[in-house]
């Protein structure tokens, strides 16, 4: 009787310990499970914020845009009368550029070598950038030509790209890059919308023409786009820095007023105690005499009745003992 009461004993210990083992185990893994979802979610939120931040920041790199030539022909002569000229329409919208950044324009002549083209040598290009209101933003005027090459290299280079040439997967022409603008920058009162391209020269062959803008990145904006991994490490890493900062900061303003208010409630039952020590220091020497009276026929019980426990226990163990 007595080895099944130890038994049920100990099996009731263990389902007990197994029960707090597995209560420590399911905290453990919602204070982990917690811990990673917190962790995830700031982490996400710095990405967010960085990218963000990359594309407010960063503009586009590059705006290109056809150029399509018109003129004006002769009802007598033999080709135009007027120079050639287009609109090109950068947006619709109100601005496309952004402002505060340096662009750089070019226009791309795809000039085939006729033998008009070598004979008419230098001509000149302008454009003039215009806003909403057709107000004038600014203008540029460039010099261009074919590139010269003699007769012999002519000759050399066609002998050496005539399967090429024959076969149509190359061509007699020579692309032209004009660069009109080194250092554009948009005003923001008067975004450029419109761009009108004239080149004066009546005799000029061209193929086709295209308006390029590209991005000169300086600073913050060169490192964000020549090392982007390197940025985005480094960005990220800044937000992590920050969002935990100001966790930590709203974390300490929430709970810091609770134990200041706790500390001053403490401080003001010391000074509670401290007065009430005081006054009872006045009073005569019979109240202490009478508490201590007091505590010790407390103390006098409580040490009667823990003898009592202890002699009903022995007795019943004593008891069990017998019967079994």
């Not at 080895?3 to 263990?14: A, D, H, M, P, V």
């Not at 005569?284 to 009745?305: C, M, R, T, V, Y």
Request: with cysteine; glycine share 4%.
């Amino acid at each position: 009787m007595f080895g099944f009461q130890f038994l049920s004993k100990s099996l009731n210990i263990y389902r007990r310990t197994t029960a707090s083992g597995v209560q420590n185990i399911k905290d453990v893994l919602c204070s982990g499970g917690l811990v990673a979802l917190v962790a995830s979610l700031i982490i996400w939120v710095a990405i967010f914020l960085y990218v963000a931040f990359y594309y407010t920041y960063m503009p586009s790199t590059s705006h290109i845009r056809p150029v399509h030539l018109q003129f004006k022909s002769c009802e007598e002569l033999q080709g135009p009368c007027s120079f050639p000229s287009a609109h090109v329409q950068l947006t619709k919208r109100q601005q496309l550029l952004m402002v505060g950044q340096s662009y750089k324009m070019f226009l791309n002549l795809e000039m085939p070598e006729s033998p008009a083209n070598k004979m008419l040598g230098m001509f000149m290009v302008c454009v003039e950038l215009q806003g909403k209101d057709e107000i004038l933003v600014d203008s540029s005027c460039r010099s261009a030509m074919l590139h010269y090459r003699s007769s012999l290299l002519h000759a050399l280079s066609t002998l050496t790209f005539s399967p090429m040439l024959l076969f149509g997967h190359a061509e007699e022409k020579q692309n032209v890059i004009l660069e009109l603008f080194s250092d554009f920058e948009e005003d923001q009162n008067h975004p450029v919308t419109d761009i009108y391209v004239e080149i004066q020269s009546r005799h000029v062959e061209l193929y086709s023409a295209s308006l390029g803008i590209h991005a000169h990145f300086t600073g913050l904006r060169y490192l964000m786009f020549h090392w982007p991994l390197l940025s985005a490490a480094v960005g990220i890493t800044s937000n992590l820095f920050f969002i935990l900062l100001i966790t930590g900061l709203s974390w300490y303003q929430l709970y810091q007023p609770e134990s200041e208010e706790a500390a001053s409630k403490f401080q003001y039952a010391a000074l509670d105690r401290k007065d009430e020590f005081k006054f009872n220091g006045e009073l005569d020497d019979s109240s202490f005499e009478d508490a201590s009276f007091i505590e010790d026929s407390g103390k006098l019980n409580e040490s009667d009745q823990s003898i009592q426990t202890l002699e009903t226990e022995s007795r019943e163990f004593i008891t069990e003992l017998a019967r079994s």
